[in-house]
């Protein structure tokens, strides 16, 4: 692998991007198998662009530089209460991350969309995918485009910001977002609820999700079976809303957690550290509730080595993995037609951040080719 | 255009299928922008999608235009036919094939109407969120190319936020299967980048889309003022309040005046606007926004309120809304409609210049707008019949696109460009930004064979000429908004 470099401008950028043979654009690396690559890649870091450019509480909006920390977003957000529903991850400095850029930053903003995660709250109002208004980027000719827009609303040309999301850098090297925001709930709460086995969990969440309550996030632990339930408003309505869960489901009850709970409970999962200290790979795996079954029952029978979180109402799994686990995970994905992405491994180094069955479709090719003419970024695959 | 041998074309498919008179030809002439027409070569109707992409694949052996389309309810002339072209209406694949309540999905063919979506979904207490205002006739297919909205885009989004899954055929036949059925897929977002494509790339076959749980409560009020920038100053008050409502609509006085003549739906009389607001969800939460709401709305220049006690109230409400567009235009023989986004704190200026536009150009615009996302609708009456109306209507329709455009908002929100805003796309993107799009619709379309004339400047526009109302809106079965 080549030598890292940081840019501190735009134009350097352009010009990297124009005189390189293969360059891939990272922020603080708190995602490294993303940018694991085995041929000869410059790699560079837009973490230098940083700051907030434009932020109208008023519009709902903020544009932001792609190496902007989410922590300092979370904050300028907060201070207005208002916040990026889809609760991205990795905000927070990580002490136990093996590269010092992201144990003392945590993610960039641009990191989060080019990787394509959202978190728990994903459930309520959407992904990152659907909070992004307008994207500029650097695209393979070296040009700056400036795609989207910045008003919440716009139907004019093609979409070009949704594209780059999960795009791994891989169409373009992205400089600048612009978001839209919510108001923030004056408080969370979060609940637990106990299921009996998977097929249970599974009938709970679909309960849970199609009802009259507007959850904010319906995850599951898989080794607990436990359920967790967040609602985004005032201690008596969430309890209020809760104890109507509780009488609509008869056989389950929905049990409060105090705010120090909560935050053990989803710190983890929120740095993608839930899985202990054997088990520091990570694996985002979409999925639709019967898969979730069939994952989770997978799980159960490597549990020394694999734990599950699925998120998201069932939607998103996350699985914590020991490293020499990844082969086998990537049997059971091939086997149950299911794709996962590699966010974290200590150890692989293959560069196939794709795992599972595989798209190969030629239109992502031609789409790849329309992005990037003379093919200075990585391929779509992963390898 | 080279001469086409349609026989060639009407063997491959059932009989029946192809037709090429006089009279087929003029059922498909105009869509919902209604002052340009265009004779297609010939309209195929497919029973399937095997015929869909037989069709699509003929016109690229052929090099053959082809313009898809649903109901063509497009107001941006997105449907239009090309003159030599095939339309291929998507209306007969209207299965629903499946809802999954357990995962919240719902998988369609591309001419199922989207009102049909909710209703489907219904008994599993789950709908289709996106709710342009011909949602009972429009198609989702037409909801996909053109990325369509609706008043409640603030809180929900638009098409594209509620399509997971899409499989496609591109312009050159090969078929596409982006996303899945889980809400998050891996990889890039091609989903994404197909909603609002505007016919460019293809034909969308399935389509999976993302159901939501049906709002339990909600909480309608009805606002009047006596000048709009107190109507103004309440929505901003509302956003200020951290509320998020499901929707947020002002009118002004002519537009007021014409549904209260259409539907006598009991607006405050004398207001010189009105402010729809309403709160939506679980009702342990709406009993707490509405006494914020109320407070808030108490705070305001109001001079009179109107909450709505139950649905019957609440539909009355929306009728006023949902009907003045229809309503303002039968003051004139001809309207346009603009739908060009401002920032939402540029609002007032935006509707000061816009109201000079129409003292300059000597036509009366009135006002109708998504007041919570900036999104106006200014209309445009003019009569045809009077020499050079038509071109001045349009010229202050560019201006107002203009005014968008420098104000830092968008020429469309959701009506997409299609052949009447063309011209005004490199307005809002640089030339790499245009030339990026040109190779992406390449990438699916090397021939620009799919929807040509729509989207990007220097086509040759169809004939003008003048039609009032679409016909179903005279019948009062769509809406613009």
């Known amino acids: 692998m080549s030598e890292f470099v940081e840019v501190e401008t735009i134009a350097a950028l352009q010009e990297l991007v124009r005189h390189s043979e293969s360059i891939l654009v990272v922020g603080n690396r708190t995602k490294p198998a993303l940018s694991s690559v085995t041929a000869p890649t410059q790699l560079v870091s837009t973490r230098s662009l940083s700051g907030i450019i434009e932020y109208e509480p008023s519009e709902y909006t903020f544009t932001a530089l792609a190496g902007t920390r989410l922590a300092e977003i979370k904050a300028a957000l907060a201070a207005k209460n208002q916040y990026l529903p889809f609760d991205p991850f990795l905000t927070e400095a990580d002490a136990t991350a093996d590269d010092n850029a992201a144990a003392g930053a945590g993610a960039t903003i641009a990191g989060t969309l080019a990787a394509g995660i959202s978190g728990p709250g994903r459930h309520r109002y959407g992904g990152v995918r659907d909070f992004v208004l307008g994207a500029q980027f650097v695209a393979g000719d070296g040009n700056l485009i400036q795609s989207g827009g910045k008003v919440v609303k716009n139907a004019a040309g093609f979409d070009i910001p949704k594209l780059l999301v999960g795009s791994c850098g891989r169409l373009g090297a992205i400089t600048a977002l612009t978001f839209k925001v919510f108001p923030r709930p004056c408080e969370f709460h979060t609940y637990r609820l106990q299921s009996a086995d998977h097929e249970d969990a599974s009938r709970l969440i679909a309960a849970l999700a199609r009802g009259r309550w507007e959850l904010d996030a319906i995850d599951y632990r898989s080794e607990s079976r436990s359920i967790w339930i967040r609602i985004g408003a005032a201690k008596a309505v969430c309890d209020a809303i809760a104890t109507d869960i509780s009488r609509s489901l008869q056989t389950h009850t929905v049990e409060p957690m105090t705010d120090e709970q909560a935050v053990q409970s989803w710190a983890p999962l929120m740095q993608l550290r839930f899985g202990g200290s054997n088990r520091r790979s990570i694996v985002k795996i979409p999925m639709v509730l019967q898969q979730m079954q069939r994952l989770a029952t997978w799980c159960d029978d490597r549990s020394d080595k694999v734990s599950l979180h699925a998120s998201v109402a069932g939607s998103i799994g996350w699985l914590a993995v020991a490293d020499d686990m990844l082969a086998d995970v990537d049997t059971f994905l091939v086997d149950a037609s299911m794709t996962g992405l590699v966010i974290r491994s200590d150890q692989d180094s293959t560069g196939r951040w794709m795992r599972g069955t595989r798209r190969s479709a030629p239109i992502d090719q031609k789409i790849k080719e329309a992005m990037d003419p003379p093919g200075r970024f990585p391929n779509l695959g992963g390898e | ?481």
């Not at chain 2, 220049?301 to 539909?315: H, N």
């Open chain 2, 1 to 481: 255009m080279p001469s086409v041998d349609l026989q060639t074309l009407r063997d491959l498919l059932p009989p029946g299928r192809l037709s090429d008179d006089a009279a087929s030809q003029a059922a498909f002439e105009s869509d919902g922008l209604t002052a340009f027409r265009c004779r297609p070569l010939a309209v195929v109707i497919p029973q399937n999608e095997t015929e869909v992409v037989q069709t699509v694949r003929w016109c690229d052996q052929h090099a053959v235009p082809f313009v898809a389309r649903g109901s063509g309810t497009s107001l941006s002339g997105g449907s239009m036919p090309v003159a030599g072209g095939i339309v291929i209406s998507l209306n007969r694949l209207r299965q629903i094939i499946k809802v999954d309540p357990d995962n919240r999905i719902a998988v369609v063919q591309p001419g199922v109407i989207n009102l049909h979506v909710s209703a489907a979904a219904a008994r599993h207490g789950l709908y289709y969120a996106p709710d342009p205002s011909s949602q009972k006739i429009c198609t989702i297919g037409g909801n996909i190319a053109f990325n369509s909205g609706g008043a409640h885009c603030l809180k929900y989004g638009m098409t594209s936020n509620h399509v997971i899954g899409i499989r496609a055929v591109t312009a050159s036949g090969e078929i596409v299967t982006f996303g899945g059925e889980s809400l998050e897929s891996i990889g890039p977002d091609f989903t994404g980048l197909f909603c609002g494509s505007e016919g460019l790339f293809g034909v969308a076959l399935e389509i999976t889309l993302r159901l939501l749980p049906k709002p339990e409560c909600f909480h309608t009020v009805l606002v009047g003022y006596r000048s709009l920038r107190a109507a103004g100053d309440a929505v901003s008050a509302v956003i200020d309040s951290g509320l998020l409502p499901g929707a947020m609509e002002i009118m002004e006085a002519l537009a007021i005046e014409a549904a209260e003549a259409a539907t006598q739906c009991g607006y405050p009389k004398g207001a010189a606007a009105v402010l729809i607001v309403e709160l939506e969800g679980p009702r342990e939460k709406i009993e707490a926004e509405k006494k914020q709401l109320e407070s808030i709305i108490a705070a305001t220049d109001a001079f009179e309120t109107v909450v709505a006690a139950d649905d019957q109230q609440r539909d009355g409400i929306w009728a006023g809304r949902k009907s003045a567009f229809s309503a303002v235009g039968k003051l004139s023989p001809d309207f346009l409609v603009q739908d060009g986004v401002v920032p939402r704190k540029r609002l007032g200026e935006a509707l000061e210049a816009i109201e000079g536009f129409s003292k300059d150009s000597g036509l009366r615009v009135a006002n109708v707008f998504h007041a919570g996302d900036g999104n106006l609708h200014p209309l445009i009456l003019f009569d045809d019949s009077v020499d050079g109306e038509l071109e001045r209507a349009e010229a202050l329709a560019g201006k107002i696109l203009d005014l968008c455009v420098q104000m830092g908002g968008s020429i469309t929100g959701e009506h997409g460009v299609g052949m009447e805003k063309r011209e005004f796309l490199p307005k809002m993107y640089d030339e790499p930004t245009m030339e990026l799009m040109h190779r992406l619709r390449a990438a699916f379309d090397p021939q620009t064979i799919a929807n040509p004339g729509k989207m990007f400047p220097g086509a040759e526009a169809p004939a003008l000429s003048s039609h009032g109302l679409h016909p179903l809106e005279k019948a009062g079965v769509i809406s613009r908004e």
